[in-house]
Structure formats: structure tokens, C-alpha cells
């Protein structure tokens, strides 16, 4: 299983960003994708997930109305369009894989529910 994260970028405060998490090495649809995000100094969170075969989504409250999730099921790819963003938006953004079957919804996956972390891509949102 293999992530690899890319779009990052320097951007103003206001503008937009479109992350890309390509996937490879296993059957899209058998996992949901997590962005996670770490900002230097703080822990790792959770920015939003998707399990592409129902199209269950998650959102961190800090960027609901403002980020969306998608995935292209013949890419093997899953998008971030991050809009409105705010300097407190910066930092590395990184996503990884869960099993299907380990989000049982309503319940929220932890962050230590994921693995095959991709290397990471830096978003800079200046004010």
C-alpha cells in the first residue's frame, strides 16, 4: 500500500488549495482515505476522511463549509479543496489508509486507525 499526498503550496489568506492523495498497491474501494494535517509543534489530527464505496465522509469541526473531500475511483485518487483558508490552516498535510471495515459509522476512526501514512505535503496560508 502506497499514499503519496501532493498541491501543497504557499497561498494568502481567503484563496484555495486542491491536495491530491494517489493510491497504489491496493483495491481502492476495500479502504477509506484520511487527510491529517500537523502543524509544527502540535500533534497530528484528523482533517477530514472518506470511504469512497458508500461515500461516507468525516470533517473535523475546525474545517467544516470550507474543505471537501472527493475521490476519482478510476485514479485511485482522493482530492482535498481546501477554500477559505486561514493562516491557522497551516501545516503539513499528509493521508493514509484504513481498512473498510474498521469506520463504523456514526463512530469516528482514530487517527491511530490508520496506517501506510503518505509523505507529507506543506500548506502555508499567509495573512
Known amino acids: 500500500v502506497q499514499l503519496q499526498a501532493s498541491g501543497g503550496g504557499l497561498v494568502q489568506a481567503g484563496g484555495s488549495l486542491r491536495l491530491s492523495c494517489a493510491a497504489s498497491g491496493f483495491t481502492f474501494d476495500d479502504y477509506a482515505i484520511g487527510w491529517f494535517r500537523q502543524a509544527p509543534g502540535k500533534e497530528r489530527e484528523g482533517v477530514s476522511y472518506i470511504r469512497s464505496s458508500d461515500d461516507i465522509t468525516y470533517y473535523a469541526d475546525s474545517v467544516k463549509g470550507r474543505f471537501t473531500i472527493s475521490s476519482d475511483n478510476a485514479k485511485n485518487t482522493v482530492y482535498l479543496q481546501m477554500n477559505s483558508l486561514k493562516p491557522e490552516d497551516t501545516a503539513v498535510y499528509y493521508c493514509?489508509?484504513?481498512?473498510?471495515?474498521?469506520?463504523?459509522?456514526?463512530?469516528?476512526?482514530?487517527?491511530?486507525?490508520?496506517?501506510?501514512w503518505g509523505q507529507g505535503t506543506l500548506v502555508t496560508v499567509s495573512s
Open positions: 493514509a489508509a484504513l481498512i473498510s471495515t474498521g469506520w463504523e459509522p456514526p463512530l469516528v476512526p482514530s487517527i491511530h486507525d490508520f496506517a501506510s
